[in-house]
Structure formats: C-alpha cells, structure tokens
C-alpha cells in the first residue's frame, strides 16, 4: 500500500504538468475553436528562459520573469499569425499553429545546444517524509503550485471583467460582439494564458532531469488528457491531466510484475490508450459538452 500511495503521488505530480498545458489547449480552443499545436514549443521555450533567467534572477524570480516573457510571445504569435487568419478554415489556422511550433522550437533549440540544460530548482531529486510514505519534494511542489494556479485561473473567469469577457465570446462570438466585447482582446488573452502556463508547466518538467532539445514531446500527453476531459471543459483539462498521469505512473510501476506481455515501455502510450477509451464510452470527454446535431 505505501508503495501504491507513493506511486499515485507521483503520478499526480507529472498529471499536475499535463494539467496546465491542457489548459492552455481547453483556454485556447473555448476562445477560437482551434486546437493550438504550438503549446509544445512554448513550454520548451518557458523552460530554457528559465535556465537561462534563474543564473541571474534566482529560481523563483525566473519562473515569474520567463511566464510573462513566453506569454508575450504567445501575444506576438496570436497577432502576426493567427490574428490574419481569422475567417479562416479552421484546419488551415491549426496547421499554421503547427509551423509556429517548428519555427520556435528550431530557435529554442539553439539556446539548448547538445547538452542538457538544467532549470536552477531548489528541488532536484530530494525526497521529504509524508508519515510513512516518501516522495521527491518535486512532486509536491508541483502538486502546490497546480493548485494554485487553477484557483487563480477559475477566480479570473467567475469574478473578473475579462474572465467574463471571455466565456461570453467562448460561449458565443457574435452575441458577445453585439455586447461590446472586443473578440480579437479574447484571442490575444486566451494565448497570453496559454503561454504563461506553458512556460510554469515546462518548467517542472525539467525539474531535476534537465531539459534537451527532445523535451518537447513530453507535452504531447496533454492531448490525450484534453480528449479524456472534454475539448471545451477547463476543469475535464484538470481532471484529464491528473488521470492521464497516475494511469501512467501505475502502469511504470506494475506493468513489469502483471503484465510482461505488453512490453517494455507501455506507460509510453497509456495516455492514448486511455483516450481511446474514453472516446468508445463518452466520445465527448469525461467532462465536455455534448453536441446534437439534427439532420
């Protein structure tokens, strides 16, 4: 049991990280029903600001400064190349988010260089005791600084004259243009946001290990949690994320000894498995909205 506990910690650790960057997906989407591919180059390019900004600034400081730095670049990319594709097939502006994505990862790449650059956390691979259980301080203070972020995320959207601006326009864009709501501020928003917790959520993943030009593919995973959770659901991308990680997290730990018949590295491609099942029972996500449509 302290082993299966330990596991499902770490799991929710590494779900934290798929978390935010379905987030950035879901906020994305909701605003301009376009799926953005461009958010693994963006947590890339967080987490090698980071690296860079923290031999200055200090750790903490560097996480905040590199934030608002790819959430500027997020704000450049959405005005020069999304923004003229408005009206657009939406296949079109997705494809164009996929070159975003090539293009800024050719140029975070020689920031990388060959070597594996480290992001400057306090944490490494320390472990702290929780009673009888001990888990990497990391995991933690992913678990912690999720949390937070996702409150502060919903408080914006409830309480906050943007935050309304935007589910409105998420809701509906013409209506919402009859109201005064400025729709282009709702898409440059929406990937600011994006941006922000790409940048926190690439960080984390290189908490310890490091980052290279290879990382990524990590936030591919953040696919399937978006599909497990609903398309347009922020709290299914949280839900989606954190699922998505434990189920991987059990399969590193227990495939070998239950089923060897899988082979190795099957945890690799659990986050689809999981999301083709999910699509067979609920084909909207665990969380999203279900559409009819009357023919």
């Avoid at 943007?162 to 509906?172: H, P, S």
């Avoid at 209506?175 to 440059?188: I, Y």
């Amino acid at each position: 049991m302290k082993a299966l506990l330990e596991t499902v910690i770490r799991g929710l650790g590494n779900g934290s990280v798929y978390a935010l960057l379905a987030l950035g997906f879901v906020i994305i989407y909701k605003a301009t029903r376009v799926i953005s591919f461009a958010q693994p180059a963006l947590m890339l390019a967080g987490a090698v600001a980071v690296s860079y900004l923290a031999e200055v600034t200090g750790f903490y400081a560097a996480v905040l400064l590199a934030g608002l730095l790819i959430a500027g670049v997020a704000l450049a990319v959405e005005r020069v190349a999304i923004r003229p594709m408005v009206g657009r097939p939406v296949f079109v502006v997705a494809i164009i988010t996929l070159g975003v994505d090539i293009v800024v990862r050719v140029v975070v790449n020689a920031f990388i260089g060959r070597d594996v650059r480290q992001v400057g956390d306090p944490w490494g691979f320390d472990q702290v005791a929780l009673g009888p259980l001990v888990v990497q301080q990391r995991w933690l203070a992913m678990l912690a600084v999720t949390a937070v972020l996702v409150a502060l995320l919903f408080a914006f959207f409830r309480y906050t004259r943007y935050g309304l601006a935007m589910r409105a326009a998420a809701f509906d864009q013409e209506t919402a243009l009859a109201q005064g709501v400025s729709v282009g501020m709702v898409f440059a928003l929406s990937w600011g946001l994006a941006g922000f917790l790409a940048a926190v959520a690439g960080t984390f993943v290189g908490t310890g290990q490091g980052i290279e030009q290879g990382t990524w593919v990590i936030a591919l995973k953040a696919l399937p949690a978006i599909i497990v959770g609903g398309l347009d659901s922020l709290g299914g991308a949280v839900a989606g994320g954190l699922v998505v990680g434990v189920v991987e997290s059990l399969f590193q730990s227990y495939q070998g000894e239950y089923a060897p018949w899988l082979g190795q590295n099957f945890a690799v491609v659990t986050p689809y498995v999981v999301m083709l099942v999910v699509l067979l029972v609920r084909p909207y996500g665990l969380f999203g909205t279900r559409e009819v449509e009357r023919v």
